[in-house]
Antibody
Framework: EVQLVESGGGLVKPGGSLRLSCAAS????????MNWVRQAPGKGLEWVSS????????YYADSVKGRFTISRDNAKNSLYLQMNSLRADDTAVYYC????????????WGQGTMVTASS | SYVLTQPPSVSVAPGQTARITCGGD??????VQWYQQKPGQAPVLVVY???DRPSGIPERFSGSNSENTATLAISRVEAGDEADYYC??????????FGGGTKLTVL
């Protein structure tokens, strides 16, 4: 079964750091680009970052550029998001997502992990 | 940056056809995807590349895309279709863009 499982969310004070992980299984992780998408409480989906299969190409939303770092370890079938200088408006459920069979689309999503930046 | 505009809400009676639009400058030249999200759940892909359906998605879900508007149509709407729907595309910088979302209410 194709599966993505996020972990690492929690409560952090503004200005703090957190590292999210996404464990992949059921597909050839090293062959696919990976993405982070977030959703603030009661709000819509917001793309955060993407990384190519071999880590050569990395993209960030303007809202997180310079504060967040995406990375992956293909040997461990894992995706990461290092979040620094967290702000209250980073509070959201963070999903990892990928394209396995559907061209241009995110056809596999994790269940999400909640990040709360609050004092 | 590119903006995708969706109506905040659409209401439809059971058995009727719901149409949810996604507006953008010359969006017809891009590939558009649609996601369904029910409360407390992760999004689910229902249409990709404008009009293709992933395996397991009913034929009642269809998509089209022309000029400045992409449309998701749901025919023979059921109570279980009540959800938030989001359109999505990739812009020229390979950034991902989501629409603001549309809440579909089944009357």
């Amino acid at each position: 079964e194709v599966q993505l499982v996020e972990s690492g969310g929690g409560l952090v004070k503004p200005g703090g750091s957190l590292r999210l992980s996404c464990a992949a299984s059921g597909f050839s992780f090293s062959s696919y680009a990976m993405n982070w998408v977030r959703q603030a409480p009661g709000k819509g989906l917001e793309w955060v970052s993407s990384i190519s299969s071999g880590s050569s190409y990395i993209y960030y939303a303007d809202s997180v550029k310079g504060r967040f770092t995406i990375s992956r370890d293909n040997a461990k079938n894992s995706l990461y998001l290092q979040m620094n200088s967290l702000r209250a408006d980073d509070t959201a459920v963070y999903y990892c997502a990928t394209t396995v069979t559907a061209h241009n689309a995110f056809d596999v999503w994790g269940q999400g992990t909640m990040v709360t930046a609050s004092s | 940056s590119y903006v995708l505009t969706q109506p905040p809400s659409v209401s439809v009676a059971p058995g009727q056809t719901a149409r949810i639009t996604c507006g953008g400058d010359n969006i017809g030249s891009e590939s558009v995807q649609w996601y369904q999200q029910k409360p407390g759940q992760a999004p689910v892909l229902v249409v990709y590349d404008d009009s293709d359906r992933p395996s397991g998605i009913p034929e009642r879900f269809s998509g089209s895309n022309s000029e400045n508007t992409a449309t998701l149509a749901i025919s023979r709407v059921e109570a279980g279709d009540e959800a938030d729907y989001y359109c999505q595309m990739w812009d020229s910088s390979r950034d991902v863009v989501f629409g603001g979302g549309t809440k579909l209410t089944v009357l």
